[in-house]
């Protein structure tokens, strides 16, 4: 069981219908983790929307996927929108990691994010 909250964001677009196809995937694998006991918090965010809370964040490509820890960024990118990509990405940087691991670093406008996501 994680003993620290994980914020997963997913940074999409209300007239992305790939966006809108893969909610249907991501709520059913952040499901999946809660029923494990996982402490996540899942944040569905339309960039245009929320223009505040992505700042300076460069979103190229949908969906783009952020993992942070009440410390650290452990993921930041486009993800394939596929099951299994997520289900892999979600093991490795939640239930799989240990509690020592260090993440690469992801960046000021990254990090920024990440700080005013865990206060939402």
């Known amino acids: 069981m994680t003993s620290q909250t994980i ?20 709520e ?10 996982t402490a996540l918090r899942m944040h569905w965010i339309d960039i245009e929307d929320e ?12 969906p783009t996927i952020i993992i942070a820890d009440q410390d650290n960024v452990r993921f930041a990118g486009p993800l394939t929108p596929h ?3 997520m289900r892999s990405l979600l093991r490795a940087t939640i239930l799989n990691a240990p509690p020592d691991a ?13 700080e005013r996501l865990r206060t939402c």
């Open 102 to 114: 260090r993440w690469p670093a992801a960046g000021p406008a990254i990090d920024a994010f990440a």
């Open 7 to 26: 914020h997963l964001a997913c940074l999409c677009a209300a007239w992305c219908r790939l966006c809108e196809a893969y909610a249907l995937v991501l």
């Open 51 to 62: 223009v505040e809370l992505v700042g300076d964040v460069d979103v190229e490509t949908f």
């Open 28 to 37: 059913r694998e952040v499901a999946d983790l809660a029923s494990k006991g």
């Open 83 to 85: 099951p299994e990509a």
